[in-house]
């Protein structure tokens, strides 16, 4: 995602909205609108979004982040940051905990028990080597055939 002043950012192509998935807009382009930047739609002498602009353009959706995202008031040139980690800076750490958390979110909710549930589990009168598989399962540790792949 690039934290920036906008003039180098494309609306359409550049990542600039706070969207976890792809942060781009999902507003179908408008041709008429082909070649604006994010600074196009920025008023920097109020340090404000040029709100009726921004509406005209974007699907509700996508204006109202727009409209949510906060001005630094020394206009820094663009750059590219690691959305994922506090500072901006890419990890492999940050890299590997984003995957994994991806993963987790794929394999829908019930793939990561809240910590009730683990208490519920330990606490059970079962062998020992049942609750240790079922939390070597939940935690996708144990090979099969979609780990494996």
Not at 83 to 108: E, P, Q, W
Request: net charge positive; glycine share 4%.
């Amino acid at each position: 995602m690039a934290h920036c002043n906008g003039n180098s950012l494309n609306i359409w192509d550049s990542r600039w909205i706070p969207r976890s998935s792809s942060f781009q807009v999902i507003t179908p382009q408008n041709l008429l609108y082909v070649q604006i930047r994010v600074c196009d739609r920025i008023d920097t002498h109020n340090a404000a979004w040029h709100a009726t602009l921004v509406e005209n353009i974007f699907l509700h959706v996508d204006a109202a982040i727009i409209l949510d995202i906060p001005f630094c008031a020394s206009w820094p040139e663009d750059k590219l940051v690691w959305h994922y980690t506090s500072d901006g800076s890419f990890t492999v750490r940050s890299a590997y905990h984003t995957i994994n958390m991806s993963k987790c979110t794929a394999l829908g909710s019930s793939s990561r028990p809240s910590r009730g549930v683990w208490r519920t589990v330990w606490s059970l009168r079962i062998p020992p080597c049942l609750k240790l598989f079922g939390w070597r399962l939940c935690k996708g540790i144990i090979p099969y055939g979609y780990n494996i792949a």
